[in-house]
DNA sequence: CGTCCACGTCTAC
DNA sequence: TAGACCTGGACGG
């Protein structure tokens, strides 16, 4: 998600992984943000693209109407919100006024649950790639947003939906803010395993970091949320041990809000590892990564919404 | 073959 | 608070 142009991170794998889980079931690759935005930054850098935005019949998401003989791809992300944002690179020697000049353009994504990004030669476009954008260079490459069960959305000058939240990675401590703030709020009155799914509080958090965060400090799914972020809402009082010591024992001991942070940032470090761009070997290190979602001997039950909720 | 399940919203009753 | 929206892999008969 929040990887902007100025995301430090590193290399990102090239095609989205997919992982085999300890009971067999397959999953894709999992972080719901950051990661799509740093493969996009790291592979579409100094990549230029050119031509229109090409949509498959099949999606029935908008038409992309941009179009442009040279034009740039950058990302940001937001909690599980992604932005792609093309910009004309300005022409030497335009037409004078022959149509507008394509201006720069935001499309905003959801991703649902199969959705990624992926660059691939534009004569081996893959199957559900339901938005395309071609590279100008020769052989041509294109970028694809691919989606086999159609539950991603994008939108055309679109902007982050207003009722989410800040991003539980890049907007930590306006994250932790919104949710300690609004402790009253009746989407609290619910399990803490239901609100850690309410994007209203916590963009980004989704149905395996809900498991793994929970069953970290060993809370039970279905305590109250209020109850359970009642605890939070008085920072440590100062004392006398070091800023050091003080770091360190966060680290050691993070709270749940922390952990909202922390989980996902650990894994888009998992994934961020080497350069290779097909080892099956990251798979294994997310898999390996779950202590709780879906791994063997741990139980399950449905939430009221019908998810499956782990926990020990 | 069939049923169940999947990292998520979205909207209609 | 149910479905609806989708494809496809695992597993059962």
């Given at each position: 998600m929040p990887c902007g142009a100025s995301c430090p991170m590193g290399a990102e794998r090239a095609v989205p992984a997919t992982l085999r889980v300890a009971c067999g079931r397959e999953l894709r690759s999992p972080s719901p943000f950051l990661q799509p935005g740093r493969y996009i930054n790291d592979t579409c850098d100094g990549v230029t693209f050119s031509g229109r935005v090409e949509k498959s019949q099949v999606s029935k998401n908008s038409e992309v109407p941009f179009e442009s003989e040279e034009y740039l791809i950058s990302a940001t992300s937001r909690g599980k919100e992604f932005k792609l944002t093309l910009t004309p690179v300005k022409q030497e020697h335009s037409p004078p006024n022959k149509g507008e000049a394509q201006k720069p353009m935001d499309v905003i994504f959801r991703f649902g649950m199969s959705g990624s990004f992926k660059m691939t030669l534009a004569s081996e476009i893959p199957k559900h790639a339901h938005l395309r954008f071609y590279t100008k260079e020769s052989p041509p490459r294109a970028l694809c947003f691919v989606?086999?069960?159609?539950f991603g959305r994008w939108e055309v000058d679109g902007s982050w939906q207003p009722d989410r939240g800040p991003c539980v990675m890049l907007e930590y401590e306006k994250f932790r803010e919104n949710v300690l703030k609004n402790v009253s709020d009746k989407a609290f009155n619910k399990p803490i395993c239901e609100a850690l799914l309410n994007q209203k509080f916590f963009?980004?958090?989704g149905n395996y970091l809900r498991a793994e965060i929970l069953h970290r400090l060993k809370i039970?799914?279905?305590?109250k949320a209020r109850t359970v972020l009642e605890n939070l809402q008085h920072r440590e009082p100062d004392s006398a041990v070091t800023l050091s010591r003080k770091v360190k024992l966060k680290r050691e001991n993070p709270d749940l809000l922390e952990l909202c942070h922390q989980l996902p940032t650990e894994v888009v470090r998992l994934e961020g590892k080497g350069y290779d761009p097909e080892r099956s070997a990251d798979s294994t290190a997310f898999e390996q990564w779950l202590q709780c979602y879906n791994v063997p001997g741990m139980k399950s039950l449905r939430d009221a919404n019908g998810r499956t909720i782990w926990f020990q």
């Open positions: 989606d086999y069960r159609r963009n980004g958090i039970p799914p279905f305590e």
